[in-house]
């Protein structure tokens, strides 16, 4: 198996743990959840919704052949929404395509300032 081949299924198999792991450890509410990323969201959802019902509402951005900085835009559109969670499922075009890391990293950064943190995860002390 080739490298990049390699790298590109730890990049989908650690999305699917993430993804797995962030739906089942947090209590359903009817939960708004955006999804944004790359094609593969687009591929997923269907699935998604089957498997989550009706207790989520969904919201997706799925970005065909788009590397981290090219789905800045459509994250800033659905960050003017109100979410309870978001999850980012980015990386698999930057991987084959060479982006490094550390690139990756920063373009990460520039999403995250987007999405305000909800109320009921910020500390006051």
Request: hydrophobic letters at 40%; proline letters at 5%; aromatic letters at 6%.
């Amino acid at each position: 198996m080739s490298p990049r081949r390699r790298s590109t299924g730890l990049l989908l198999a650690t999305t699917v743990l993430a993804l797995a792991a962030t739906v089942s450890c947090s209590p359903n509410r009817g939960d708004r959840v955006s999804i944004v990323g790359d094609s593969i969201v687009t591929f997923d959802t269907e699935a998604l919704q089957k498997d989550l019902g009706g207790e989520y509402k969904i919201a997706v951005s799925g970005n065909f052949g788009s590397k981290i900085d090219g789905v800045l835009a459509p994250s800033q559109l659905m960050a003017t929404q109100k979410f309870d969670q978001v999850i980012f499922n980015v990386g698999t075009n930057d991987a084959i395509g060479g982006v490094s890391p550390e690139e990756s990293v920063r373009g990460c950064q520039v999403w995250w300032r987007c999405f305000p943190r909800p109320a009921a995860s910020t500390s006051s002390t």
